[in-house]
């Protein structure tokens, strides 16, 4: 059974960078659209980018694009979101989720298939 495990949050000055990891703890990832959500204290959770099965699908939101950049290495067996610019306002939990497509995610009919790892905090100080 696939289970995901998120790293690389922490404590970043405003304007600098981190890199995000979403690793498989058990299972592969090489059969999963990946996306990365975050939500902050008091707000709802928002998709800030998703990468398909084959790396060529990308999607970001429009909150993070030109920003962040989410990609996959199957070697490795893990899926980044690099994170550069960061604003105080990118202060959250970030967590990775899989799906079969992008686009299911947050789809009622396709939400049994989500998978959801535990999460990690990124915080942004001005």
């Known amino acids: 059974q696939l289970q995901l495990m998120e790293s690389g949050g922490g404590l970043v000055q405003s304007g600098g960078s981190l890199r995000l990891s979403c690793a498989a703890s058990?299972?592969?990832?090489?059969?999963?659209?990946i996306g990365w959500f975050r939500q902050a204290p008091g707000k709802e959770r928002e998709k800030v980018a998703c990468?398909?099965?084959?790396?060529?699908?990308?999607e970001y939101s429009d909150s993070v694009k030109g920003r962040f950049t989410i990609s996959r290495d199957d070697a490795k067996d893990t899926v980044y979101l690099q994170m550069d610019n960061l604003t105080p306002d990118d202060t959250a939990v970030y967590y990775c989720?899989?799906?079969?497509?992008?686009?299911?995610?947050?789809?009622?009919?396709?939400?049994?298939?989500?998978?959801w790892g535990q999460g990690t905090l990124v915080t942004v100080s001005s």
């Open positions: 058990s299972g592969t990832l090489h059969y999963s659209a």
């Open positions: 990468i398909s099965t084959s790396g060529r699908g990308l």
């Open positions: 989720a899989h799906n079969a497509f992008c686009m299911w995610f947050g789809l009622p009919t396709y939400k049994a298939r989500e998978v």
